[in-house]
């Protein structure tokens, strides 16, 4: 059983074009993320939800909207699709916890395999 | 500004010789500091987490510590099927619940 799932694996558009990204997770997690990873590497979050409530929203342009029907999905959806959106988005979960000491795993995020975005 | 450094960037060893990756960070009161693993074409898979500095955790040919400024995965006697981008992320004060991620570094153990 696949515990973070995310579709599509790859995704070829144009500039311009509208896409989403989808993401369910069956671990019973109540938090969920979306990050980017560039051609460096370097994975950046974009937002994370907990329990259908955004909390965080970092410095994303707003053709870029994520959607959370329920804590066990959080979808992506891009408008207006640009050459720079090109990169490999990963979606994960954890348990929330702002302290130390919870239960081993606590705040350990589990990712899915990632959506890799090419924008032509 | 919370800071994380990899390095090195790249490492190529031969099976059964051991080394060590580095993770720097400049934090503001650190309340994590957390290794992966990625393969190529999945997502980041977690290893570790360290809280205090002189923390030690241990997994099979792995071993990761924690000082003030930086964390060491050490990796003795490697095998291939340890080829895999090791990546450093951290939690401080400031980031809340955003962890702030290395680049990474890309480790190839040839047989």
């Known amino acids: 059983d696949t515990a973070v799932s995310q579709t599509p694996k790859y995704l070829v558009t144009q500039m311009g074009n509208d896409k989403s990204i989808k993401c369910e997770q069956n671990?019973?997690?109540?938090?969920m993320y979306w990050y980017k990873q560039d051609s460096k590497k370097f994975l950046k979050i974009m937002f994370s939800?907990?329990?259908?409530?955004?909390?965080i929203n970092e410095t994303v342009p707003n053709r870029f909207s994520p959607k959370s029907p329920d804590k066990a999905h959080l979808n992506l959806h891009i408008n207006s699709l640009e050459l720079g959106d090109s990169a490999v988005y990963f979606c994960?979960?954890?348990?929330?916890?702002?302290?130390?000491?919870?239960?081993?795993?606590?705040?350990?995020?589990?990712f899915g395999a990632g959506s890799r975005l090419t924008v032509l | 500004e919370d800071q994380v450094t990899q390095s090195p960037e790249a490492l190529r060893l031969q099976e059964g010789e051991s080394s060590s990756l580095n993770c720097s960070y400049t934090?503001?009161?650190?309340?994590?500091l957390f290794w992966y693993r990625q393969d190529p074409g999945k997502g980041p898979e977690f290893l570790f987490t360290?809280?205090?500095?002189?923390e030690e955790k241990e997994k099979e040919r792995l071993k990761a510590t924690l000082t003030k400024k930086e964390s060491f995965l050490h990796i003795t006697a490697p095998k291939p099927e340890d080829s895999a981008t090791y990546l450093c992320?951290?939690?401080?004060?400031?980031?809340?619940?955003?962890?702030?991620w290395g680049a990474g570094t890309k480790l190839i153990i040839k047989p």
């Open positions: 994960a979960s954890s348990r929330r916890t702002a302290e130390r000491g919870l239960a081993s795993g606590a705040n350990v995020l589990t």
């Open positions: 671990l019973g997690h109540d938090t």
């Open positions: 939800y907990n329990n259908k409530e955004l909390i």
């Open positions: 934090v503001s009161g650190l309340r994590g």
């Open positions: 360290l809280y205090s500095a002189g």
């Open positions: 992320a951290v939690r401080s004060e400031d980031s809340n619940y955003q962890l702030i």
